[in-house]
């Protein structure tokens, strides 16, 4: 009976001995997409990465998850400096196309996001998404089975321009404002509408 007990806890010691044994991290293949001085963005199957490279090391900024319906292109790092502070303006491009029997959408999404990254901080100051989505559909005409194709655009979100000065823009069909950026709140704020003259 002794042995017995005594071979079930070796056994047991053995198998919480094999089991605490750490295997390495796998290394996740990534593309890089997008580089200016120290930032990389880079694409792997499944995740959109945003590093900060420091005495060599990476530092993750952000990871995003990554659709199969559509993939992040056309990305750009802006560095700027605006009102002493430098920062970094990332924008990118996501497609995305949903198809029915009656109705085609292709969607463009165009994001841009504002960072200021230091060694000591990783903050997003500012981030704005506009999509333009065009659409084809199929419309039946009355109770016949006629039918005629329509096409129309639907516009979502603001339109972005960074100025030189590193101010921000954000515009629609509608409304147009102008935001800059503060260096106390670091933070973007909407700049005073001009008083109207007398």
């Known amino acids: 009976m002794k042995n017995v007990i005594f071979l079930f806890a070796l056994l047991v010691l053995c ?3 094999y089991s605490q044994k ?6 996740i293949p990534t593309t890089v997409i997008a ?3 120290t930032l990389s963005a ?13 005495k060599g090391k990476k530092d993750t900024i952000f990871v995003k998850g990554v659709d199969p319906k559509f993939t992040p292109a056309e990305c750009k790092i802006t560095p700027f400096t605006t009102k002493g502070t430098p920062l970094y303006l990332i924008t990118w ?3 995305n196309t949903t198809k029915t029997a ?23 100051i500012l981030a704005n998404k506009q999509t333009t989505t065009k659409i084809i559909e199929k419309v039946y005409l ?6 005629e194709t329509q096409e129309r655009m639907r516009r979502e979100g603001f339109e972005f321009t960074l100025t030189k000065e590193g101010d921000v823009i954000l515009k ?5 404002s102008k935001m800059t950026y503060n260096a106390t709140t670091k933070k973007y704020v909407a700049d005073p509408m001009p008083k109207k003259k007398k």
Not at 103 to 120: G, L, N, R
Not at 142 to 147: L, Y
Not at 172 to 176: F, I, L, M, S, V
């Open 93 to 95: 491009t996501e497609k």
């Open 42 to 54: 880079e694409l792997s199957k499944t995740s959109f990465y945003l590093f900060a490279t420091n």
């Open 22 to 27: 750490k295997k390495p991290a796998a290394k």
């Open 15 to 17: 198998t919480n001995g």
């Open 172 to 176: 629609n069909k509608t409304q147009e």
């Open 142 to 147: 009355g109770k016949t089975d006629a039918s």
């Open 102 to 124: 009656l109705k085609t959408e292709d969607a463009v999404s165009i994001i841009s996001e504002i960072w200021e990254i230091t060694p000591e901080a990783k903050s997003q």
């Open 35 to 37: 580089k200016a001085n």
